[in-house]
């Protein structure tokens, strides 16, 4: 994962603070980074993976996949799927699974790519919309609580720009035959580290217009998104239109 797209994630991550509580569920958890923020804030956490995880099963306590999680309904208050989903081959499963292991207040917390580069393969089927997103949770009897970008097009073509330079060092590597990748080296870590600092220094000084911050949408690297069971109260924090309500506007505008 690039910095920048790491930064974003990050961000909302502890916008999403207060709906990490209770008892916890981390799936596909790897080396279990956001322990840092849910653990203080959780009573118990829970981490799953797969056998072949890229990141190892040694932080994980039950080795599982998320189409088929091997609890009890609605055992959980949080659920968190980052970065996940694409590498389901059943995502509607998996997220009915989410909502299913959550009590009928609880929520989910899920990221997922849309615009960003094959990774982790083979093990990598999917890329999401906000309206792909949107009906994933339908079906799966989940409502939506907000969906947020994860960056607009800049962080877009400054993410693809860096995995371009990293496929191209390791092209390097490969073809002087270098018993070290050339991206571990400290100069080219920091080339490939700095541009992209800059930007998120420049992006966090400059205020865009709200016009243009919604052009997000059409390019993003992803979304981040809170899920809470469709058949749970609406709070403060109302869902955002839903695809058929988006599509019924559009209709009607014709």
């Known amino acids: 994962m690039s910095v920048v797209v790491a930064d974003y994630l990050l961000r909302e991550m502890l916008l999403a603070r207060s709906y990490l509580r209770g008892r916890l569920l981390d799936i596909g958890c790897g080396t279990k980074p956001f322990s840092l923020i849910y653990g203080p ?9 797969v056998p072949f995880s890229p ?22 208050d949080a659920v968190l799927l980052t970065e996940v989903l694409e590498h389901t081959v059943q995502p509607f499963l998996a997220l009915a699974e989410c909502s299913r292991v959550i009590e009928p207040s609880g929520h989910v917390i899920l990221s997922v790519p849309f615009v960003y580069p094959l990774h982790d393969w083979p ?17 799966a009897g ?15 073509v400054m993410s693809l720009t860096i995995q371009l330079a990293v496929r191209a060092t390791d092209g390097i590597t490969k073809l002087f035959g270098l018993s ?28 865009l217009p709200e016009a243009l911050q919604r052009t997000s949408e059409w390019m993003t690297p992803g979304f981040f998104a809170v899920a809470t069971k469709a058949s749970a109260p609406m709070g ?8 058929l309500d988006t599509l019924s506007d559009f209709e009607d505008g014709e």
């Open 41 to 49: 804030l959780t009573d118990q956490a829970y981490g799953t993976e």
């Open 55 to 76: 990141f190892g099963t040694m932080e994980a306590d039950v080795l599982c996949r998320a189409e088929a999680l091997p609890f009890l309904s609605g055992c959980f």
């Open 123 to 139: 093990h990598d089927y999917w890329r999401f919309t906000r309206f792909g997103l949107e009906a994933l949770c339908r079906q």
């Open 142 to 156: 989940l409502r939506p609580v907000y969906i947020h970008t994860k960056g607009g097009v800049g962080a877009t």
């Open 180 to 207: 070290r990748p050339i991206r571990q080296w400290p100069a080219i870590r920091w080339l490939l580290v700095m541009p992209q600092r800059l930007f998120l220094l420049l992006a966090g000084s400059l205020r």
């Open 236 to 243: 403060d924090n109302t869902s955002e239109l839903s695809m």
